[in-house]
């Protein structure tokens, strides 16, 4: 990692200090936590978490976290910082950052209500069930990952529009404006940066838009220390600065993405763009030991398996246990199980009718823990697709490759609000092409479609027909961007990209700081664990488990595959103190995952 941006600012001043003389404190910074935090706890790798006494912005781009900061110091509140985050990163981080893809926030505001909104992806009017078939039902594999036939209708523009217009207080014009800056006057690349381009290279140099902007005229990769310049997307984001989300879903920008559509093969017509809307949604929640958890309702699975999973769980004592116990290990891994098994059946509830009562019924939870054994592994095969909805189709799934593709951001301020941000292109810059001379990187999110039951997509994980592709449908997701409060107040805010592992990596953050007395980047930081009904495998980051407990869980039956790679790119905040176990001091505490370098948290 390069160090030069991460700059570190001691805290000059007490907490009786006004709210904008406090210089900004970054992850490695010293800090005035009156409890003197990050002298004595500091995260398993060497990174404290960010302290900060009035607000905290973390992000997967340091730039993008600076941008939210910006905004923070001229008044603006963490849904502005959210929003302003969310722009920045479209520019600094276009591999995941968008306004091309869609995603999902949860909000919390300083009275405790909650919402959600829904800004994923729509399949264009004219798709159909089998459009990535040909006449005998072979599925085209490339054409739902690649190329315009792969693009849903955007929604992140809509998406942060109403999260400004509802609870902003700066107004797009300027909370956009760090955004339209980093394009216009260009960034310098630095490792991180460059890495993802290269990641990419050869797929973005096939788009002559694409190639324009992230290779150089000669095709070769840009280097570290190079300016990434964006003309095009600046006088795309200025449009949605004056004109709100009709300076993306009419006139000049719809219509040149249409175009490039129509050129590439793709399916999009003006009128996705102007029927586009947001759903606001209820979040989905659930209570585990005292703490309120809200998070994504479906068109996620991913808050419903995490509240699964936490239901089934709150009636051991895990921090008695362990949680990383042979024993706890055992019952977070058939937990985890259940819940992917049961994931399967979701899909839109514009167009199906999920069984989430069922699924979150404490009874229901009982009945699986009755079935767990002592010594011996559950054995995947025989939990039977579809007990919850009697249509299902038959499963298989496919191991799912690493990946960090999809990006999470947070902002929490003292008021009580805290936005936590999941949003996505899918896979690294979508589908590699470029809507024209927008300079919008599109997404490749019909994949999340089960494009054929019985086949799986780029995350190994096969879908019903609940899933199946219609037209204005949203694709199922696992992004889960939940936050966490007792007793009226907030406590934290999390999420993470991972694609099928997205639910428990926030699973493993929420465990690591309730029920393993972690501080927000220890939990971060903490190995990761991951069970999803199939492959019956219990997958492992390097160093999660001590060679006994692997050694007795394998003995008990359970298929250890330790990845040789990390998984998920947390972001997260812990509000009030620097852990749950430690008296509150009413600062805010920010991690940001370090297992792709170039991240951030930072506070004010
Ligand atoms: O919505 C989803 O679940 C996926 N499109 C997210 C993709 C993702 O997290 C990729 N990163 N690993």
Redesign the pocket.
Known sequence: MMTSKKTCFRLLCSASLTFFSILPVTCRAASADPLGYQATHRGDNGHPAAVAPHAMVVSAQHLATDAGVEILRAGGNAVDAAVAVGYALAVVYPAAGNIGGGGFATIRLPNGQTHFIDFREHAPLAATSTMYQDKDGNVDKAASVEGWRAVGVPGTVAGLDALERKWGRLGLTRVMAPAIRLAEEGFHLEVDDVDLLNSARDRLARDSYAKKIFLNPDGSALEVGDTLVQKDLANTLRRVAQRGDKGFYEGETAQEIVAASRRGGGILTLKDFTSYKIRALEPLHCNYRGYRIDTAPPPSGGGVAICEILNILSAYDLKQIGLRSVAGVKLQTEAMRHAYSDRRDLGDPAFVKNPIDHLLDPSYAAAIRAGFRRDRAIDSASLLPGEALPQSDAFVTQPAHE????TQFCAADRSGIAVSVTY?L?GWYGAHVVGGRTGIVMND?MD?FSVKPGVPNMYGIVGSRANAIAPGKTPL???SPTIISRDGKLVMAIGS???SR?PTVVLNVVLGVIDGGMDIQQAINQPRIHEQWMPNALEVEPGALTSHVSTVLQAHGYQIKEQPQYWGLAQGILFGRPRLDAPVTGFAYGGSDQRHAGGLARGL
Request: net charge negative; proline share 7%; aromatic share 0%.
């Open positions: 990946k960090h593709e999809t996505t899918n999110e999340d997701s696992s992004m990209p991972g694609g997205i």
